[in-house]
Every structure is written in C-alpha cells, then in structure tokens.
C-alpha cells in the first residue's frame, strides 16, 4: 500500500512569489483599464473608432483571469501557473507590436519590463520543480504498483 501524498503544499520558492506578485500586478492594471474605459463610456466619449464597453468587458474578463492566475501564484496553488505562463505568452507578441509597428516605446518598454522577467520566473528551474513535486509522490506510486 501506498502512502497518500501530503495535502500540504511544498515550500513555494521566491521564484513562484516574484511571477505571482508580477502577474497579480498585470491583473490589476487590466481591470482598472477595464474601469477607465466604462467610466470614459458613460461621460460620453467618441465610439465610433472603439467600443469603450467592449473594450472593458474584453480587458475585464482577461484581467479577471490574469488576476486570478496572479493570487492563485501567490497562495501557492499550482494551477496559476497555467494561466499565467499563458498570459505571458499571449502579451509577449503585444510587447513586440508595441516597440515596433505601433510605435509605442515607452508602453512596449512598461510591458516588457513586467512580461519578460515573469515569464522566465515562471519557467524557472526552482519554479518547475515546485511543479514537479506535487506529481513526484504520485507518480512514484503508479511506479510501484
């Protein structure tokens, strides 16, 4: 007979808490976008290029997701790192049309400064083996069997 794996989780590297504190800020600054654009909605600005209320419910239900993935990261539960490595992936392409085709250097350069490094925190050796610990004991069970 096996032993159950432990319900506790492992020690959650400062590579986990660095990534989630950074997607939780990616998170937050969506939906406060999302607010500013209903707020700009309501006082009546020009829709005609843009939905405002489009927009930000598209910016709210990502930057909802993202938060989500964020906290998730921070609290030490191992499906945030899902929705954050694919967050940073889909806003790696944005980062690049930023600095480049939409010419916006200083957006791209915020962007980047947040994306890359939590990207490659979440991809991380300490992170993926915060990972891998939680299949370790129960892989090792099937083996056994």
Do not use: F
């Amino acid at each position: 007979m096996s032993e159950q794996p432990s319900s506790v989780p492992s020690v959650l590297p400062n590579t986990v808490r660095w990534a989630g504190a950074l997607v939780t800020l990616e998170g937050v600054v969506a939906l406060v976008l999302a607010a500013i654009l209903v707020v700009r909605g309501l006082q009546g600005h020009d829709q005609s290029i843009a939905s405002s209320y489009g927009t930000a419910a598209w910016a709210g239900i990502l930057g909802g997701g993202v938060l989500a993935g964020g906290l998730a990261l921070l609290r030490g539960h191992r499906w945030g790192r899902s929705l954050a490595v694919l967050a940073q992936l889909l806003l790696v392409p944005v980062v690049w049309s930023l600095l480049t085709g939409s010419h916006q250097p200083v957006y791209g350069t915020l962007l980047g400064i947040v994306v890359v490094p939590a990207l490659l925190l979440l991809l991380s050796g300490p992170t993926s083996a915060w990972m891998a610990d939680a299949y370790g004991d129960e892989g090792a069970a099937k083996d056994a069997d």
